[in-house]
């Protein structure tokens, strides 16, 4: 293939395939460590969607903020946050990003612009907002992005969430990742219109925008136009992204709802990474720097589960602590 | 010397909050062009420009949402909720993510900010606008709760809230804005968690806040003047944090305690302030305690239905003559 009108290039192509790499390769782990009985409680996996988190990984400065839902080790990873913080928190130990306090719906790490996973669903648009309005207010130009699924689209605040960041054009990206499925019930069944985010967009004066989610370099193209033009103060942006996990909606969750047809040819066929691979070879990318990238992954990660399994479990002490400010839980005198 | 009311002392200890901190916004539904549907906050936005004095949509979602997201980065929000009784559309934000988010992340994020908000019966508007709502918050770790008595409090308790790090729910009584006092000095400044003994007696205590403190305090007086009983008046102020120390030293002097309390019957902050009393002073109670509450029903709209149904000054001064008597 011709490497004419590359708008994307080989650096930022590479930096897809990092994040790609990461967020595949971690939540694999993920999975793994669970069936080893090293994660307890939930989880819920974004195999598959990795394509969304990483091209906002790869286009957002370290400045801008990120707000994610309880499937959000992926957009976790793509800001930066380090593997053994978000293994060790799924694995409830010390080295987790929150020291175990939070769990995998909760993945925090305000270092690297990741302002909270959410697990209420919906919950987190009219949050993302305030940092946005921050931002305007001070004149950072940090741009604010909010992912969550296609079921949040039928929640009060999504709507509520949309309107005012358009009546006080805010820096911000509200991110659909529609994975068809709203838990466990197809999301067309339950959602008067066909494209559940993009549908609605014209009802807060915003663009219609769906892509291909699955797509690295669709979402990138989408995700940077929509990154700079909050920068720029012209305003929100809602994208639907068309994506499919993997595996179902949770550790609980066996899908069989889905018909099996349709799961694997998502799976066989659209899968991001493979479409990655492929694209990056098509653009004449050397095949040794693809794999030794995902081997040098795949090493980084077992060092990190190392990590982790070895840190210790949390001290019972934290248990009282930061409830308030000063550090402490003291609710009287 | 000025005469302030207590809806004066709301704008009044928001404009000084403001003109000291250029952290510190406003939003809310009506708050703006209109100054509050109570009047609450006529001309901040004159003075402080419609960047820092939002007026928005009725989505208390989303209001809450903003504030708390532009508290995590820095700034100091006080987000307008009109009726306590919409705390309800918008409990999601306070309980789940204000209240939890500073704990869930270890410390990573603070959220210094103060959600005000109209609270109490009085105005005969039925039970989806009247209800006092201050043991909700008290019942959810990591909320601060003020709920002032009287102008000065709203200002010196509102500079405190503002400036604590901590969210706060600040529950402004509907029934106390005509109320007036002259205020010398507007610079004020009241610790959370700092109760105000407003009578002192050996006879009995009464542990109140809002607008149920003024009313003890005027049922205290006759008993006094009408039947020469002492009674102990404290004003909380504040549920989170609660002063225990000025609670344990009126408890002991009298050891006749009585909360009056305008929240429903069940649950309601009296309750968990008398199973604090008689677990740490047994010992020092001379009988039970008694508490003085709305009974556990909705709010009724009809005049003289709810005057006879949040505590009266009457039925204070009755159930504490009838507790000595009995006594």
Redo the contacts between chains.
Sequence with gaps: MQKINDDIGESIRLKLWDQLLTLRLVEKKAYDLFLENLIKGTSHLALGQEAIGSAFGVVLEKKD?TFCTYRGHAHTLSRGASIEGVLGELMGRECG???G??GSM?L????NGV??S?A?VG?????????????Q??NTGAV?TCFFGDGTTNI??FH??L??AQ??KLPIVFVCENNLYMEYTPIGDVTAVEHPAADRASSYNMEKIIVDGNDPDEMYRVAKRTVEKARRGEGPSLIEAKTYRHSGHSRADPAKYRPKEEAEDWIKNKDPIKIYRQRMLDFGINESIITSMENDMKEKIEQATKVCKKSSIPSLD?IH???????G????? | MAQLTYRNAVSLSIAQCMRKDDKVLFLGEDIGQAGGVFKTTVGLLEEFGPVRVKDTPISEQAILGAAMGASMVGLKPIAEIMFSDFLAVCWDIVANEIAKTRYMSDGQITLPLVIRTANGAGSKFGAQHSQSLENWSMAVPGLKVVAPSNPSDVIGLMTAAVADPDPVIFYEHKSLYPMKEEIENTDLFINLGEANTMLQGNDACIISLGLMAQRSKEAALILKEKHNIAVSVIDLRTLVPLDLQTITREVKKSGLVFTVEENPRLCGWGAEISSIIVEKFFHNLKGPITRITTPHIPLPSADILEDNTIPTVQRIVDTILHTIKKG
Excluded: C, F, Q, R
């Excluded at chain 1, 925090?108 to 270092?111: A, C, E, G, R, S």
């Excluded at chain 1, 648009?125 to 921050?134: D, F």
């Excluded at chain 1, 839980?329 to 005198?333: C, K, P, T």
């Design positions: 903020y990003l929150m020291s306090k939070g909760h925090t790490d305000v270092k302002m909270g959410y209420i919950a987190h648009l009219p949050i993302a907002n305030g940092t946005a309005w921050a931002s207010y001070n604010t009060g605040a509520e969430a309107n005012l009546i006080w934290l602590k930061d409830v308030w400010a000063n550090g839980s003291e609710w009287h005198n």
